[in-house]
């Protein structure tokens, strides 16, 4: 044995990666990069929470209500006061719309060049049940001018604008999944160091797949077009996945291949599933593993929004899986 394989190497730091790809674009000046640290270090302090929600008063309702009508779960309101905060502590970003708060959150960083859109907390209903649960993130350059303030119209901007977006999955294993543009990469967190080490390189999806994870139990509601297509997933017997918090179902699609769809239902018109923190993200990250992301009609990064909290039908996966229940819709 070598003294090399005496110490055989512990991989590479979420630090060094992000550090690497500064360094691969002379003009890049950093921001960026400390600002997916400032998320790393949110995530890692949410991460730990929820390790020990059993044992400390975090689990269970805070009874307040989000601007979506939705009761908030006191971890939605803890991670939404963590990234919020680790943002602005940053410096990074100037101002940040969250799941959690109707309005735009100003940073008081008027210098800073970058806006976030995040679901702190997403699976809410899996909370207490110790199911997978996550963060999504995105992040886009400002529209008004650097020093002045911020406002709503800085957010409304098409999907495809975006400089970067990921998501944290809190499950068996911590993972930060995030790209800027160029590949997806996963890091996984090692307790023991308090490091996320590059452990899924340039992830890329199927462009078929066996797996199909939506919420049957509306399937009355779902349009004669969504049915058909479920009915096709039957009978070609695929396996039917639904762990009802997204960025789980997303994550395990990525890896293994498959469809995830929340599409409109009677109950939720325009979808359930937010277009600025849940559906933007994900689509970007699915186009650069070489998947595809639809409302049905239309690829979701071309959506121009006109609300901060606007809700759209969301298929998303394996390319010729949406190309397939796109082309029952419209068919
Ligand atoms: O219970 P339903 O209607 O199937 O909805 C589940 C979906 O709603 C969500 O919980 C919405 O996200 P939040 O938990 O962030 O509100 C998704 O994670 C999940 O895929
Ligand atoms: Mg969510
Ligand atoms: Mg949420």
Partial sequence: MTNEQLALPVGITLDRFIMRNQEAFPFASGELSQLL???ALAGKIINREINR?????????????NVQGETQQKLDVIADIRFIRALKNGGEVCAIISEEATEVILTGNNHAKYIVAID????????????SIGTIFSVYR??????????EEDFLQRGNKQVASGYLLYGSSTILVYTTGKG???????????????????IQISQDGEIYSCNEGYKSDFSDAVQHYLEECKQKRFSSRYIGSLV???HRNLLKGGIYMYPATRKTPNGKLRLLYECFPLAFIIEQAGGKASDGKQRILDIFPTDLHQRSAFYVGSGKMVDTVENYINN
């Fill in 184 to 202: 997806v990469n996963g890091f996984t967190y090692d307790y023991s160091l308090g490091e996320f080490f590059l452990s899924h390189p340039q």
């Fill in 53 to 65: 929600a059993g044992l400390s008063d975090i689990t269970g309702q805070l009874g307040s209500q």
């Fill in 142 to 151: 400002r529209r008004s001018e650097i020093g002045t303030e911020p406002t």
């Fill in 120 to 131: 702190p907390l997403d699976g809410s209903s899996n909370i207490d049940t110790n199911v």
């Fill in 37 to 39: 640290r400032d998320i």
């Fill in 248 to 250: 789980a179902d997303f």
